[in-house]
């Protein structure tokens, strides 16, 4: 039941459904086909070899994201509505978040585990008592081969019925604890709200943590920890700023005590996205499912728990930041291939030497631990290889031309800012490990210029209604009541989507004495991030 | 679809069922509440602390089974039949061998993607064709909250249907093979034969590996290298001989061109165990989702694949064969915990020292990359102690008592062998690395002399017949024909199952011209392997 609030979304994104999108698909499987790109002069590289994007990012942002994640080899859509392959060129980003991840959590003593992908209806109604709203998304198993099951069985839409009985079980003493695990799976939420691929998707990979402590500051201080790891999942690895914060009463998990997040934002839409949540559970649960234990002194105590997770989702936030409109994006550090080398010949070129010269280059790069490749393919031009590579985003190309080659160097040209580089030789490695840094860091900081560019500080109703309209993230101070909230949502409903509350930034700025609320006019409590989310 | 003709197999076990493990589950969980075992006197530990196995492996092995995966919690009954699961114990066991198989396929430019857990019935259709007996076991999702959906929806038993039809669409010249995917997902199979952990359960975890080649060529080198990686996990991490060879034209994948297996063997049930199936699927899936391509020449032509899978049934297997009267007896290079140090304090005895060295005895051992831990718990005996990690399985623990403490040595026991050693301090993390390897060569070579002295050959019917009532692992000399292998099963049907044919070994024994079938007594043409198999 984590983020299960994020099911009360709305979507921008209404290019859905899988009949709209079979001509992306027929475009993605299109390579190979067209040889007549060797031929190109390259001024016409895109319209000759049809790797270009139809769509640009500013100008319709939907559909030029429905053919990046495609035409960049990330996914591929499925005959299922809301299901979707995750191609080798996703995969390898989730597996490299997966693996920064998994061995911070173990620095932890968190330990992983595998829990069934069944719940029984009995205990899922357990849970329903507690949290409405998640029952229609419940995907449900009734029938194996010819027969009927006696009793139809739930597919999970999140672990926290699967799990805690088992807690109740494992833990007796106040030495059993803390329980602290986590795993990684899929999970299943039978939406019918517009899907989209990473983003909102029936099927989604996730890691699930949940763990419980004898203390509330111990459970307190573990739910910061994780959201330190996901906030370094989206700004180290991925190269998106968030913002970390608390979640309103309104939209924090139900059931939970308080829900903190990493907030990210996609300027083109000027939406919110929740990038990941940690969740202090506080008591509830450990109610429901009696997860009890004898305290140090001899009395029957109980637990406090927390959960957490991020999912595939995070890659759909990173491509919708930082794509442009000759593709994805990918930032060094998750970027699979992080060099592509190229070589360029010429007809009275020495091309072996130029070949060789390629193959030296990627050889003593991956000695040094940089990812590179080399595109030796003798059907596509240098021209059609160019537009390839930066359609799916490697962050830096090294062309090997006759030039380059006599003169013992080669040529570097970043995907972040198309600027050009002449490296000696020599000097390769180190200068590319240098480049690979900056681009990280580059992404990084044209991200975040642009969200800052996209916030607002508002004070009364009228500024944040025209805030809104400019697609703004909106930080007002905010009395901080849940009726409050209601009515904002209810007072911007509309074709777009409601505006609702962020999150409250634990960076608080200063909020002088007789600051009003922006929107019910009592005296404030706290700066709140506001605006329409996905 | 990987492994279907293990659907077909019988089982031993007949102690499965949710009902008649509760007793374990009840005995699982009372850890923690035997305080009066820390009075205990060493020789009672076992009735005194309920951590002892109440059923012994040679008495009555289904039972002694499904108690020590309780008990050694590796796993834990779900209030589903025939989910299970899977505690840290166990997971970090199928991580250890996921790391190092990830890493080699990695290495072979095997590259990893996400399919959808689920399967359109129009899909599913397409192979049921090809697979009969499949279809029985395909869980179906009819319902989503209170909706019917408009189709039924299949969850994955295997990932052929879903794969294929996108190897079609992507594969359009040869410049794009060989085409070589893996993924590490779960996948469900209903069936309704008798469960057990690890070796058959509804749901599990495993990897599956679908790649399309030019050349028959490629495809039959892959196979063989798959195998090799599939003997390197049974051999070098779990310490289990396997035999290598090809399945008979009735076990192969039905569908598929020949199946390479890796062939591990149970002496207790005196049954072969399936440990992991490399198949070469020909050109007939290629034939069926039309799989072509354009070759050198600008020909059309037809693909040739492979798919291969192990699952986390190569637990159950490692428990099986090196479990013994104490419980888990884990092999050093899987274990989470290779080095279990526990103090062994003495009323008169300086015991801050004893703790400060084995804190130092722990911290050596990790800066050395040997996963070592300390049981400092103050409510539990040393005895208690040491009982509770035989149980676990910890390859090789550690004491430091008053005595060990004075002369600066630790005493080092082994698992496997119960053999003592006094290590001084200064040779600790040689010895214990040593020592270590030992024990996972020692866990290799017990078990292969006990496999080995299981192995009967055979020439006459009469002499089979003897052998399988002995639990033998046959060795006899086969005319290989499909009709004979099936009069064999019908021949030996009975309470403990019919036999069947293992594998024909790779490296076959030497056969005289003139050598007769056992079976038909016609003119042999190969050794076989045959038993009772999981």
Redesign the interface.
């Known amino acids: 039941m984590l983020t299960a609030c994020s099911s009360k979304a709305v979507y921008l994104l209404r290019c859905s459904a899988t009949q709209s999108f079979l001509k992306f ?1 027929t475009m993605a ?1 299109g ?3 067209s040889s007549s790109a060797s031929k190109g002069k390259k001024k016409e590289v895109k319209k000759e070899t049809g790797l270009g994007l139809s769509y640009k990012k500013d100008d319709n942002f939907g559909e030029w994201y429905s053919e990046v994640v495609v035409n960049g080899e990330m996914i ?1 859509y ?3 509505s809301g ?6 060129w996703a ?2 980003i ?2 490299a978040m997966q693996a920064f991840f998994d061995a911070e959590i173990k620095k932890l003593k968190i ?10 209806s ?2 899922l109604q357990k849970e329903k008592d507690h949290i409405e709203g998640f ?13 009927e099951l006696e009793m ?2 739930a ?1 999970r839409p999140t672990s926290e019925t699967v799990m805690y ?2 807690f109740s ?2 833990i ?2 106040h ?2 604890l803390p329980l602290r ?1 986590n795993q990684w ?2 999970v ?1 939420r ?1 939406e019918f709200s517009n899907p989209t691929p990473f983003i909102r998707s ?2 989604f ?1 996730w890691q699930e943590g949940h763990t419980a402590f004898a203390t509330k500051e111990e459970a307190d201080t573990e739910v910061l920890e994780i959201l330190e790891l996901y906030r370094r999942i989206y700004e180290e690895f991925l190269a998106v700023p968030v913002i970390k914060g608390k979640k309103s009463e309104h939209e924090k998990f139900a059931g939970g005590l308080y829900t903190t997040t990493v907030e990210a934002f996609v300027p083109n839409t000027g939406r919110g996205v929740q990038g990941a949540t940690s969740h202090c559970l506080g008591q509830n649960f450990a109610k429901m499912f009696e997860i009890n234990f004898e305290n140090e002194k001899g009395e029957k105590a109980m637990v406090w728990q927390n959960s957490w997770a991020y999912t595939t989702r995070t890659i759909g936030v990173m491509i919708m930041v930082h794509g442009d409109d000759k593709g994805l994006v990918l930032p060094p550090k998750v970027a699979s291939v992080q060099v592509i080398v190229i070589p360029v010949p010429y007809k009275d070129a020495d091309t072996k030497g130029i070949f060789d010269a390629c193959e030296t280059t990627v050889k003593n790069l991956n000695e040094s631990g940089i990812r590179a490749e080399a595109d030796f ?1 003798d ?1 596509y031009s240098p021209g059609w290889k160019y537009s390839h590579w930066e359609l799916k985003g490697v962050p830096l190309r090294i062309e090997i031309g006759p030039k380059d080659y006599a003169n013992n160097q080669v040529r570097a040209v970043r995907r972040d800012n198309s600027t050009k580089h002449d490296i000696p030789m020599a000097d390769l490695v180190e200068r590319v490990r240098d480049m690979l840094d900056r681009i990280q860091e580059s992404l990084f900081e044209a991200a975040k210029q642009k969200r800052d560019s996209c916030i607002e500080v508002v004070h009364t109703w009228e500024e944040f209604v025209e805030a809104l309209g400019q697609k703004k993230m909106i930080l007002a101070p905010w009395c901080d009541e849940e009726e409050v909230e209601k009515d904002v949502k209810a007072r911007t409903k509309g074709d777009m989507g409601a505006a609702k509350s962020l999150c409250s930034p634990f960076e608080q700025p200063e909020l002088p004495e007789g600051t009003m609320c922006f929107a019910s006019g009592k005296p404030a409590k706290k700066w709140t991030y506001w605006g329409r989310s996905y």
């Open positions: 698909i499987a390579k190979g086909g591929e499925y005959d299922i299901c979707y392959i995750l191609r080798p995969m390898s989730w597996d330990k992983n585990c595998y829990f069934p992908l069944f719940v029984s009995g205990v029952a229609p998304e419940v995907a449900w198993v009734t029938k194996s081969g010819e027969s139809p069985i597919i009985p088992y079980k494992w007796r003493g030495r059993d695990l799976c899929n299943v039978w029936r099927e990979l393919r059907n």
